[in-house]
């Protein structure tokens, strides 16, 4: 029990930036307990986005890659309720960028996020802990670019929460 619970207590270390009126970025920091090197697989492998992100999930890790994912478990990869985002850059164990270009059946923001873009910064605090720092950009000041901007304020922080304790429970099995 008391294991559980310092694990709950450890897992998540959340900071959420308010970005001024003139700007345009979303901006969303974790600070979790895993190594940089499994942060980064978890971004960067099929294994490891499958360990957090949906049930369903690949990657093809290049630039112009896809990084794609379905919720529903009894789906498949490529069906209408995928979501697909192409690497658009990254530097090894530090930056990582996508932009979506396909999106799940019925999602009512189609416009405005394709006019978006999505930033992860992965910065060591120690040995054991990494700090990931997200950036959404590409935000207007339309009214489907701000629904879509709050849409992805708690969708974002939900993700990386579960990111973060599917790394501690992975740590933990070991």
Do not use: H
Request: proline fraction near 3%.
């Amino acid at each position: 029990m008391i294991r559980i619970l310092s694990l709950a207590c450890s897992v998540v270390v959340f900071s959420s930036a308010l970005a001024v009126a003139e700007d345009d970025r979303q901006v969303l920091e974790i600070e979790i307990d895993a190594s940089i090197d499994q942060v980064w697989d978890a971004f960067t492998t099929t294994a490891g986005l499958k360990s957090w992100a949906a049930p369903l999930a690949d990657v093809d890790f290049k630039i112009g890659g896809k990084w794609r994912a379905n919720y529903n478990a009894q789906g498949k990869l490529g069906d209408a309720n995928t979501i697909e985002n192409t690497i658009l850059s990254y530097d090894p164990q530090r930056m990582l960028s996508i932009r979506p270009t396909r999106f799940p059946q019925g999602f009512p923001f189609v416009e405005a996020a394709r006019k978006t873009w999505t930033v992860f910064y992965f910065s060591p605090v120690t040995k054991a802990r990494t700090k990931v720092r997200l950036v959404g950009l590409g935000y207007t000041d339309d009214q489907q670019s701000q629904q879509l901007r709050a849409f992805f304020a708690q969708g974002n922080k939900f993700s990386l929460t579960k990111l973060a304790q599917a790394l501690v429970q992975d740590e933990a099995k070991k």
